[in-house]
């Protein structure tokens, strides 16, 4: 049974930090492309990291660069956002995603979606 299951969002003070996991069964994720995208209410869903197979490529939208990093622990079969100097607007449900192929912030060529999990940046 394939399974991509996140977890580690919840409520953070601005200039906070999380980091977010996804653990992956039922496929390697040594084999894909892995991205996280986010969803704020009333906003369509972004991408905002990307890591190629083989760490050829990782990518990150202009809205988190140097803040979050993107990274992924084969023996544990799992993948990992780290978010530092959180900002309000950084509020949103955010998805792991997994495929073959290069990076790509398309969310109809991602294969295997997490269940999301929510951040929210607040005082």
């Known amino acids: 049974q394939v399974q991509f299951v996140e977890s580690g969002g919840g409520l953070v003070q601005p200039g906070g930090s999380l980091r977010l996991s996804c653990a992956a069964s039922?496929?390697?994720?040594?084999?894909?492309?892995i991205a996280w995208f986010r969803q704020a209410p009333g906003k369509v869903r972004q991408g905002v990291a990307c890591n190629s197979i083989n760490n050829d490529v990782t990518a990150y939208a202009d809205s988190v660069k140097g803040r979050f990093t993107i990274s992924r622990d084969n023996t544990k079969n799992t993948a990992y956002l780290q978010m530092i100097n959180l900002k309000p607007e950084d509020s949103a449900v955010y998805f792991c995603?997994?495929?073959?192929?290069?990076?790509?912030?398309?969310?109809?060529?991602?294969?295997?979606w997490g269940q999301g999990t929510q951040v929210t940046v607040s005082s």
């Open positions: 995603a997994a495929r073959r192929g290069t990076c790509v912030y398309s969310e109809s060529l991602y294969e295997y």
């Open positions: 039922g496929f390697t994720l040594n084999s894909y492309t």
